[in-house]
């Protein structure tokens, strides 16, 4: 949670004001608000403060400090990591008919990233699609999230019904079995996805990937973030890999990446 590298600026001494805020947030939490839009991010916060009585940002940043279940709750409210098993099954198919097909064409092990994973929804679908539809490819998934409460989740694999809503029955009990309140994610599928804590907007990346899913996250971000970070995806990819962005995402002006569209919220680095 606490940046020790940073001295903690004490709660007294920061004014109450979003940029206060900013500022005092950074050394708590990693997170840099500054790469987030403004005006959405200080209404999150502010919904957030109203909801449980706090009236400055002082004292909710000593609220913070004092209540680790506070934190977690806030940290939560402002990633927003709302997902589910096969989000968007239209992009699914796709993925399915078109790209996956057109990447195995020329090799048999895939290195894919799910950036900004939740709790292992999107990188375990992956998964389950290549088992189903591709059996003969080995593929090595690589997921990625700031926030260490669903990278729990995802490790440990273990889900409610509501999260497979767009998830066809016999999938569900082929690559799950029944759990206290839910559903567990069998070992099988376990083994070929590594969840690791990462902030994209400052992390450097490896390279060499075949195919980057960043779906839904970037929605906050401000237009230079978003800039910086499809470059360094663009940088992170093979030739002829595909970036899958979410279904409000559209990369206009990103040309000079060596990105192009090849479907709707697919784009391939030319190769
Ligand atoms: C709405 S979920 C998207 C999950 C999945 N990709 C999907 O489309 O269903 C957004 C995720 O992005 C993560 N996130 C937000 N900012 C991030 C950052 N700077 N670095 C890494 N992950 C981030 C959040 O923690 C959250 O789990």
Known sequence: MVNVRCPLLPYSSVP??????VKAFRPRSGLDLNFYKPNQMQRRILSFMNSRGFR????FLRALDRDRGLYDAFFKHLTINVTQFFRDA???QTLQDDILPSLVRVKFSLRLWSAGCSGGQEPYSLAILLAEHFPAVRPAILATDIDDNVLRQAKEG?????????TP????????SPADHGYRVRDSLKRLVSFQ???LLTARFETGFDFIACRNVVIYFTEEAKQLLYAKFAESLNLGGILFTGSTEHLFGMSHLGLKPVSPFFYQKNG
């Open 169 to 176: 029955p016999e999938i569900l009990s082929k690559y799950f």
């Open 16 to 21: 109450d004001t979003y940029e206060g805020f």
């Open 90 to 92: 239209k992009q699914w």
């Open 197 to 199: 804590h990462q902030d």
């Open 56 to 59: 400055s940002y002082p004292e």
């Open 158 to 166: 273990l889900y409610s019904a509501n999260d497979f809503a767009s």
